[in-house]
């Protein structure tokens, strides 16, 4: 590789960075705005959910964003190291949340009453993924963290998301704001399995997580339709 390609390579590198920060502060600002609308206008229970989900999101990846943007902006990844793994872990137990709530959302929204058994599943995973999550296996400070346990901890929430994206899907239709909320949840794990699994190979899959994110924000409006 010539010094021109490096030089090619460095700097498209820091145009995606610049990109990638104004993207997050997008998402960021646009989930909080939403949870706020929706709570402030909220006349019923689903609608209150509904925004209580988006704030959810902004709470729990502010932990993520705000660091990895302070990475990007200043390239010291050694010193933002550990509240980037603090990050991850926040952000890791604020989407499980994020989905045990949109499963009790669609329960709400179809008026579901013989989901007992499935619910009480839902929360074992969420119960499951969590108590992986604090196992100190997962080495979350650590500059490279093992693969595997990314994948165990992600074995429960992507069962999960499987039981959410039934749900809307079983009743495709009856809400029409919804008709495509399995859909979302689908595409959100499609783009966030391959990060898990491949991305300390392939690090240029990481760029998966912002079609991820867009899978949120079509999320969260859908939900503004409540």
Not at 25 to 50: E, M, N
Not at 111 to 117: C, E
Not at 166 to 188: A, D, E, H, K, R
Request: aromatic content about 16%; proline content about 4%.
């Amino acid at each position: 590789m010539t010094n021109k390609d490096e030089k090619t390579m460095k700097e498209n590198k820091r145009v995606f960075g610049y990109f990638e920060v104004l993207f997050d502060i997008f998402y960021l600002l646009v989930a909080l705005i939403a949870g706020v609308y929706l709570i402030s206008t909220a006349v019923d229970k689903p609608r209150q959910l509904a925004g209580l989900m988006a704030l959810m999101l902004v709470g729990g990846d502010l932990f993520h964003l705000v660091p990895r943007i302070a990475v990007i902006l200043t390239g010291d990844e050694v010193r933002w190291r550990r509240a980037l793994g603090f990050g991850k872990l926040v952000t890791s137990i604020t989407m499980t949340v994020f989905y045990v709530l949109l499963w009790h959302l669609g329960l709400l929204v179809y008026a579901v009453t013989n989901a007992t058994i499935w619910t009480g599943l839902v929360y074992a995973l969420a119960v499951l993924r969590l108590w992986l999550c604090f196992l100190p296996q997962n080495k979350w400070y650590d500059a490279q963290p093992p693969v595997s346990w990314g994948i165990y901890r992600n074995i429960p929430f992507l069962l999960m998301g499987a039981a959410v994206a039934l749900l809307f899907g079983i009743y495709n239709g009856q809400v029409p704001g919804l008709t495509w909320m399995w859909l979302g949840v689908l595409l959100s794990f499609a783009f966030y399995l391959p990060v898990v699994i491949w991305a300390s190979r392939q690090p240029k899959l990481g760029m998966l997580m912002l079609p991820k994110t867009c899978a949120y924000l079509w999320m969260i409006y859908m939900l503004l339709s409540l």
